[in-house]
Each structure stands twice: as structure tokens, then as C-alpha cells.
């Protein structure tokens, strides 16, 4: 248990988090939950990436495998077929970094080196290989809370304690990294709303997000768009960028020091605001 974290160490360098940092969602798929298929297309992707960090992102999460509620997986080629290309032209055009959205060591392994500098890792770094990717390249990490996997995660979801028991796996997640030889600030946590949990869970974990904050490492929280929003918010038109900021901003109140969006410009505008109340006008 530590103070909130001031640094985030990855492959390539360190993100400071005097401020709120905003990662901009590249999903190269045809499903995902939200902009399915938008940016499939290699050049789509790349066009969409550029205009994130036109907007403000201070890092990139370029992912190649849906992981919504109910979705099937991909194969390895098949994922890095996606986001291959994708990765290779964002390492060379853009100077942010760059972190892989993947549950496969190889998928991970095959984006280091072709410039990511961050694997975010929504089954938590369940694998030792996975482990040994990450520990072994020195990449910063993501480490996330999921109960059980994508198809089957929101079947019932059930805990005794949710905040007990994501800290838990997160801690343990941890040590793991940490014996296979990460260097602790290398290693980000999040409590992974609504993969494997009610919209109750999602709301508690919110709200106590300092327990979380209190592991000691970067928290990342990814909010946007999600479905508890629009369960929330009363809107019909599927408008959910209000409460995502209002989310993340409170989020951000509790401690989280990165935020995962698809909405940057806004997100980045919000965030200022919401780091000026925090931390004064210092930006
Ligand atoms: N949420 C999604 C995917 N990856 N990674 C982290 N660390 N935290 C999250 O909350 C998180 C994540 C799901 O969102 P999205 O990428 O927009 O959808 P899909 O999985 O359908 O591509």
C-alpha cells in the first residue's frame, strides 16, 4: 500500500501523472461494442489514431479482438493481421506511446517490437507467458479485473465483496509481474468496469476506487460508453458521452490517473476542468 503513483514506466520512457491522462481507444475490429467496423480498415484506423493525438491523447490503445459482453474470440494471426499494420505506421508517425489491447502473449510480443511500448491486458496477465512478455521487454502494463471471459462474463456475475476481490486478483497479478522481474512502476492497474460485473458492481467500484488507488500503482479506468451509462443517464438517443464524463471525471475525483475514451477531444477538455478543482490551475 503506497500513496497514488506519480510515474508510469514503459518500454520507451515514463508517463508522469501530475495530470489526468487520456488513452484513446483505436479498436481495429468489426465488432466492437461500440464503433464496429469504423476503423477496420488499416488506413481508417491510422487516419482515426492521427486525429486522437491531434486531440489531445497522451497515449494510444490500439486493440485487434472485440472482448464485449457475449463476443467470440480471434485467433492470433488473425488479430495481428488487424493491428500489425496499424501499430507499425502509428510507431513511426506519432510520438505518444503506444499500448497493445490484447490477451495474447504473442499478439503482445509481435507488438513491441514493432513500436508498442504498453500491453493492456483486460484477463489480467493470466498467462505466464504473458507475464514473461511483459516482464521480459520491459513494457508498461495494464493489468485488468475480469471475472471469468468475455463470452460468458455478464452470465450472473456474483461476488462476496467486489472491492476485496478485485484487489485481490490485482495484487496478485502484481507479485507476478513483480517475480518475473517488472519493475513496479512499470505496472498500471484497473478495475475493469463491466467485464464480469452488474451495473451495482460497476457503481461500487466507482465509488470506493480508492481502495483500488491504494494498491500504489497508476489506476486506469475505462468507462466510456459503457452500457451501465446508458442504463443510468435516462437517454434514449444512445447519446452516452455526458455520463462517460461524468464518470470519469469522478474517477478521476477518486484517484484514477489515466482514463480509456473514445470521445478525446471532449474527454481531454472535461479533464482539465477536472484536474484544475483537484490539483489547481497549473497546466
Ligand atoms: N474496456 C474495453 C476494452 N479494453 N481495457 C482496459 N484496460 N479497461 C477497460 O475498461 C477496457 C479495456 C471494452 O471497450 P472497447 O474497447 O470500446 O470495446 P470492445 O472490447 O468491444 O472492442
Known sequence: MGDAARVWRHRTGEITLDRT??????????????????YFDPDAALRHGL??????????????????PGSDPVTANEEWRRIGPVIHDLANKVDIPLSVDTM????????????????ND?????EAAMVQVVAGSRAGAVVMHMLGNPKTMQTHPQYDDVLGEVSSFLVERIRALEAAGAATEAIAVDPGVGFG????????????????????????????????????DGGES????????????LA????????????????????????????????
Open 21 to 38: 491522462r487520456v488513452m484513446g481507444i483505436l479498436n481495429v475490429t468489426p465488432d466492437s461494442f461500440s464503433d464496429a467496423g469504423r
Open 51 to 68: 486525429e486522437m493525438v491531434e486531440q489531445g491523447a497522451d497515449l494510444l490503445d490500439v486493440g485487434g479482438e472485440s472482448t464485449r
Open 104 to 119: 495474447k502473449p504473442d499478439v503482445a510480443a509481435k507488438a513491441i517490437d514493432a513500436g508498442a511500448s504498453i500491453v
Open 122 to 126: 483486460v484477463s489480467g496477465m493470466r
Open 197 to 232: 460485473k452488474t451495473r451495482e458492481h460497476n457503481l461500487a467500484l466507482l465509488r470506493n476506487l480508492d481502495r483500488i488507488v491504494a494498491l500504489g500503482h497508476p489506476v486506469v479506468v475505462g468507462v466510456s460508453r459503457k452500457s451501465f451509462i446508458q442504463q443510468l
Open 238 to 249: 444512445g447519446e452516452r458521452l455526458s455520463g462517460s464524463i461524468a464518470a470519469a471525471s
Open 252 to 283: 478521476v475525483a477518486k484517484g484514477a490517473r489515466i482514463v480509456r475514451v473514445h470521445d478525446v477531444r471532449e474527454t481531454v477538455r472535461a479533464m482539465r476542468v477536472a484536474d484544475a478543482v483537484l490539483r489547481g490551475e497549473k497546466l
